[in-house]
Structure formats: C-alpha cells, structure tokens
C-alpha cells in the first residue's frame, strides 16, 4: 500500500570541476533549486494526479562546457508492506523515483505594433 505520494520540481545547475573557485579543483559544484512541492495522501485512492507550472522567469534545460541546467520531477512514495510471518505488524519505507524533464524557452513573440 501507498499511503502518501510526494512530488517535487526542481531545477539544477552543475558546474564541472576546472570551473568552479573552491581550492580543490576536481570539485563539481551542483545547485538545486526547489520550483514546487505538493504532498497527497494516497491512501483507498485508485488514482491521483498533480498539476505543475514551471515559472516564466524559470531558465530551460541548457548544456555548456561551463554548465548544465537540468530539470527534474521527483517522487518520493511512502510503501507500507505488511511483516513477514508476523500478522499485524508493518514495514515502512521511502521509494524515490526521478523523471528528467526537457524544458524548452518560449517560443519568441511577435514583435508588437506601436502605432
């Protein structure tokens, strides 16, 4: 049984080693940044479904040799599975599951007519 299903939007920029100002150089530097939360108890539910909107001030997914901005949607599912040869008695644990996204910049829009 799934009890509770949590899913999260973030962004992350990278940044390999050679391009960052720490002292050690082989260091990646990685950011994560956390868009939107929503939390739902999934318990005697058959289906569920959560809307996200990624903000218009929000960069896209890019790679350079400098940087990788990626996107990510994340599922942490609490399971509770019954004890084996024990009646009554319950195990819970935290799946974690992560869905890469693709995010495209807005298509650009016409220019507007000042007269």
């Not at 962004?11 to 080693?17: D, G, L, N």
């Not at 289906?47 to 940087?67: D, E, G, N, Q, Y």
Request: charged letters at 15%; aromatic letters at 8%.
């Amino acid at each position: 049984m799934c009890p509770q299903v949590t899913a999260l939007l973030e962004s992350e920029e990278v940044v390999p080693a050679g391009y960052t100002h720490s002292r050690n150089s082989s260091d990646t530097v990685t950011m994560r940044k956390l868009h939107s939360e929503q939390q739902e108890v999934t318990a005697h539910l058959l289906t569920s479904h959560f809307i996200f909107s990624i903000p218009l001030t929000a960069p896209p997914s890019f790679l350079t040799p400098m940087v990788c901005h990626r996107w990510t949607l994340r599922f942490e599912l609490e399971v509770v599975k019954p004890k084996p040869n024990r009646p009554g008695e319950y195990t819970t644990e935290q799946l974690l599951w992560s869905l890469p996204l693709v995010v495209w910049p807005p298509p650009p829009t016409p220019a507007l007519s000042t007269y």
